[in-house]
T-cell receptor, first 109, second 115 residues
Framework: KQEVTQIPAALSVPEGENLVLNCSFTDSAIYNLQWFRQDPGKGLTSLLLIQSSQREQTSGRLNASLDKSSGRSTLYIAASQPGDSATYLC????????FGPGTRLSVLP | NAGVTQTPKFQVLKTGQSMTLQCAQDMNHNSMYWYRQDPGMGLRLIYYSASEGTTDKGEVPNGYNVSRLNKREFSLRLESAAPSQTSVYFCATHETSGFSNQPQHFGDGTRLSIL
């Protein structure tokens, strides 16, 4: 059974810092991995999708990497802003989608 | 372009009452999903539908039923609500034709409280 974990569970940083969120999964037989952002009381917004054959994807200040053999992905956020404050979830797609519990990020002005 | 629309957005029920959560998509995606989100537990799959007319159980199907009557709509029914079903429910869609490398798209959720 696929299991997905995310470290840290919560993170608080001052504005302007670069930061890394981690996602680990137990079964490397996946088609892709997706990073989402969730604001309080809202749904999930897709940030980046990395196909199993890819090593990384970039969108603006976000860069996501995937090491399928070791079961790890990282989401790198450059020059963090208060507007980045949200919960970030990763999900792997194999037989179905399996989500991690999320990392709650607070960026302090 | 509405994407994935869930109704209602909020609902309070008494134990034993029944209700149906509705989900409609205009993205023409084959697959649709129902998840519940509880604090500290991430999203857990309740049921999914790979195509019109088919449904399958997910990780936590007990106490729920679903119906996929057409490609656009996928409903989730609680026949006899229990306090343990208090949660936020999300509907999602996914295009599964061709390569399985398309993102999932989510509705805004239904916040359900059962007293």
């Amino acid at each position: 059974k696929q299991e997905v974990t995310q470290i840290p569970a919560a993170l608080s940083v001052p504005e302007g810092e670069n930061l890394v969120l981690n996602c680990s999964f137990t079964d490397s037989a996946i088609y892709n991995l997706q990073w989402f952002r969730q604001d309080p009381g809202k749904g999930l917004t897709s940030l980046l999708l990395i196909q199993s054959s890819q090593r990384e994807q970039t969108s603006g200040r976000l860069n996501a990497s995937l090491d399928k053999s070791s079961g790890r992905s990282t989401l790198y956020i450059a020059a963090s802003q208060p507007g980045d404050s949200a919960t970030y979830l990763c999900a792997v797609y194999g037989q179905n989608f399996v989500f991690g519990p999320g990392t709650r990020l607070s960026v302090l002005p | 372009n509405a994407g994935v629309t869930q109704t209602p957005k909020f609902q309070v029920l008494k134990t034993g009452q029944s209700m149906t959560l509705q989900c409609a998509q205009d993205m023409n995606h084959n697959s649709m999903y129902w998840y519940r989100q509880d604090p500290g537990m991430g999203l857990r799959l309740i049921y999914y539908s790979a195509s019109e007319g088919t449904t399958d159980k997910g990780e936590v199907p007990n106490g729920y039923n679903v119906s996929r009557l057409n490609k656009r709509e996928f409903s989730l029914r609680l026949e006899s609500a229990a306090p343990s079903q208090t949660s936020v429910y999300f509907c999602a869609t996914h295009e599964t034709s061709g390569f399985s490398n398309q993102p999932q798209h989510f509705g805004d959720g239904t916040r359900l409280s059962i007293l």
